[in-house]
């Protein structure tokens, strides 16, 4: 079992479709976010988290966006995971909130 989850920024974009990538709810889903806010929110959460920007979503391998490499913890599965990170960036920044 991998020790890290890993966030790419178009599992929480309201811009990409659930069939491109997408892992959470269009109802949650953000606009654009950066790795950093990213990061930031996986902190607040309590998880420790670091940017790789070198890397890119396979399923957009013709854009490097990043990614961020989350510390995994026992109990939380990378769906609720990604669920919380996105209600927390959405609270750190209400205007990222799909409209």
């Given at each position: 079992?991998?020790?890290?989850?890993?966030?790419?920024?178009?599992?929480?974009?309201?811009?990409?479709?659930?069939?491109?990538g997408r892992r959470v709810p269009?109802?949650?889903?953000?606009?654009?976010?950066?790795?950093?806010?990213?990061?930031?929110?996986?902190?607040?959460?309590?998880?420790?988290?670091?940017?790789?920007?070198?890397?890119?979503?396979?399923?957009?391998?013709h854009r490097y966006a990043g990614?961020?490499?989350?510390?995994?913890?026992?109990?939380?599965?990378?769906?609720?995971?990604?669920?919380?990170?996105?209600?927390?960036?959405?609270?750190?920044?209400?205007?990222?909130?799909?409209?």
């Amino acid at each position: 079992m991998a020790d890290y989850f890993y966030v790419y920024p178009s599992y929480l974009s309201s811009e990409t479709s659930r069939s491109l990538g997408r892992r959470v709810p269009d109802a949650i889903a953000l606009g654009p976010v950066t790795l950093e806010e990213i990061v930031h929110a996986a902190r607040v959460l309590g998880f420790q988290a670091e940017t790789e920007p070198e890397k890119h979503y396979p399923r957009e391998f013709h854009r490097y966006a990043g990614r961020v490499k989350v510390q995994k913890r026992s109990g939380t599965t990378k769906a609720a995971f990604l669920r919380r990170l996105a209600e927390e960036l959405s609270k750190s920044h209400p205007g990222k909130r799909k409209k």
